[in-house]
C-alpha cells in the first residue's frame, strides 16, 4: 500500500518554529515531485512549495518565502517543511503530495498521492 504520512504537527506561538516530515512508504519517491499544501479553516487548500526530484529546485508561495524551506532525504523517501518566523494565519492543515510529472506544481490536479495532513496552530 502507497503512502505519504506527515508528522510534527503542533501548537507553537507567534515567532516559533517547527519542522514538519512526510515519510513516504509502499514505493520508491526518489523520482516524484513533492510538494506541500496547506488547508485553513474555511479555505481551500492552497500550495505551500514543491520540491522538483531532478535537480530543478524548491519553490514556494509567496505568503511563505523566506520563512519555509523544504529539503528531501531521497535515501528515506522523506520530505521536510522547516517553518520559522510562523505567524497565526500560517493555522492550517498540512499536507504532502507527490506526483511524477511537475508541470504545473502549484495546481493541487495532478498530484497521484497524498498524506492525511498534520495540524500546525500558531498562537499569538
Known amino acids: 500500500q502507497v503512502q505519504l504520512q506527515e508528522s510534527g504537527g503542533g501548537l507553537v506561538q507567534a515567532g516559533g518554529s517547527l519542522r514538519l516530515s512526510c515519510a513516504g512508504s509502499g514505493r520508491t519517491f526518489s523520482n516524484y515531485n513533492m510538494g506541500w499544501f496547506r488547508q485553513a479553516p474555511g479555505k481551500e487548500r492552497e500550495f505551500v512549495g514543491v520540491?522538483?526530484?531532478?535537480?530543478?529546485?524548491?519553490f514556494y508561495a509567496d505568503s511563505v518565502k523566506g520563512r519555509f524551506t523544504i529539503s528531501r532525504d531521497t535515501g528515506k523517501d522523506t520530505l521536510y517543511l522547516q517553518m520559522n518566523s510562523l505567524k497565526p494565519e500560517d493555522t492550517a492543515v498540512y499536507y504532502c503530495?507527490?506526483?511524477?510529472?511537475?508541470?504545473?506544481?502549484?495546481?493541487?490536479?495532478?498530484?497521484?498521492?497524498w498524506g492525511q495532513g498534520t495540524q500546525v496552530t500558531v498562537s499569538t
Open positions: 520540491h522538483i526530484w531532478n535537480g530543478r529546485g524548491t
Open positions: 503530495a507527490a506526483k511524477r510529472y511537475a508541470g504545473v506544481y502549484w495546481s493541487q490536479q495532478g498530484y497521484e498521492y
